[in-house]
Structure formats: structure tokens, C-alpha cells
């Protein structure tokens, strides 16, 4: 049985800083790209980064310099270390594992508020 298990999620004044974890099972972890999305409310769920097996990285353009994504396959976890957190940042932010399928985690909720 495959689980993506985000952790990390909370409320964080701007400025501030988090890291989200996602613990996965049931997988070749060290195959996949792994990836973090987030969903704002009333918006689509968006790319924020992905990190391949060879641990290249990719970031949306809104993210570049604040976030960090990073991934430990003796664990078989990736994190997202995010800092200069903004409003804007405000979302559901889900795990994504892709590779010969695709899996997803259930959700952390990240919110920025003063």
C-alpha cells in the first residue's frame, strides 16, 4: 500500500518560515520525482517544486529563493523548506510522487497570517 503522509503544515506570520515533510511508503522512493503542489481556495492546485531521482530541482517562478525542496532516500522523504513566507503562500500544500504512476498525499494546510 503506497502512502505520501505530509507533516510540517501550520500558521506562520509573514516573513516567517516552515518546513514540510513528506514520509513515503509502499514505493521505489528513490525512483520517483517527487514534488510538492499547493491548492489556494477557489484556485487550481499549482506546481511549486519537483525534485528528480538525480536530486534536480525545479521551482515555480513565485517560490525561486525562498523555497528549498530536498529529498533523503534512505528515509524516503522529502522535504520543503519554505522561508519569507507571504499571504500569498496561503494553501493546501500536497506531496506528489511520480515515476510508472503517480501518487499523491492527502495534505498539510499552510497558512500566513499576522
Known amino acids: 500500500q503506497v502512502q505520501l503522509v505530509e507533516s510540517g503544515g501550520g500558521l506562520v506570520q509573514p516573513g516567517g518560515s516552515l518546513r514540510l515533510s513528506c514520509a513515503a511508503s509502499g514505493i521505489a522512493f528513490s525512483l520517483y520525482v517527487m514534488g510538492w503542489y499547493r491548492q489556494a481556495p477557489g484556485k487550481q492546485r499549482e506546481l511549486v517544486a519537483t525534485i528528480n531521482s538525480a536530486s534536480s530541482t525545479n521551482y515555480a517562478d513565485s517560490v525561486k529563493g525562498r523555497f528549498t525542496i530536498s529529498r533523503d532516500n534512505t528515509k524516503t522523504t522529502v522535504y520543503l523548506q519554505m522561508n519569507s513566507l507571504k499571504p500569498d503562500d496561503t494553501a493546501i500544500y500536497y506531496c506528489?510522487?511520480?515515476?510508472?504512476?503517480?501518487?499523491w498525499g492527502q495534505g498539510t494546510q499552510v497558512t500566513v497570517s499576522s
Open positions: 506528489n510522487a511520480r515515476w510508472s504512476r503517480e501518487f
